[in-house]
């Protein structure tokens, strides 16, 4: 029953740069980890990263890896993706999802049926 509200999508240029926010309801949020999928126009859905809430440990998709990086805000129940030097295969609805689930491989958390709650999603548009 948690709401989580993606924002922060938009268009940018090859190499730039783009900060994703995904902000949940409830004073008593406390989720195990808080991932990130993608969905580009035709395609499945795809894993992008996932991080534990306390920020200590993450996973990133070979795709990602060096270029994004998640990071929370626990005080203020928010999870977010920087996304840098970006490429035009990086267009895509991007969605949180959080897990509370505790689990002994953070890799698990790269399949998206592992997760309780998304968000609405966000468009990530980047041109050539």
């Known amino acids: 029953q948690v709401q989580l509200v993606d924002s922060g999508g938009g268009l940018a240029h090859t190499g730039g740069s783009l900060r994703l926010s995904c902000a949940a309801s409830?004073?008593?949020?406390?989720?195990?980890?808080m991932g990130w999928f993608r969905q580009a126009p035709g395609k499945e859905r795809e894993f992008v990263g996932v991080?534990?809430?306390?920020?200590?440990?993450?996973y990133y998709a070979d795709s990602v890896k060096g270029r994004f990086t998640i990071s929370t805000d626990t005080a203020k129940n928010t999870v977010f993706l920087q996304m840098n030097s970006l490429k035009p295969e990086d267009t895509a609805v991007y969605y949180c999802?959080?897990?509370?689930?505790?689990?002994?491989?953070?890799?698990?958390?790269?399949?998206?049926?592992?997760?309780?709650?998304w968000g609405q999603g966000t468009q990530v548009t980047v041109s050539s």
């Open positions: 409830g004073r008593t949020f406390s989720p195990y980890a």
């Open positions: 991080s534990t809430w306390s920020g200590g440990s993450a």
């Open positions: 999802a959080a897990d509370i689930h505790r689990i002994v491989r953070l890799t698990t958390l790269a399949s998206q049926a592992e997760y309780d709650d």
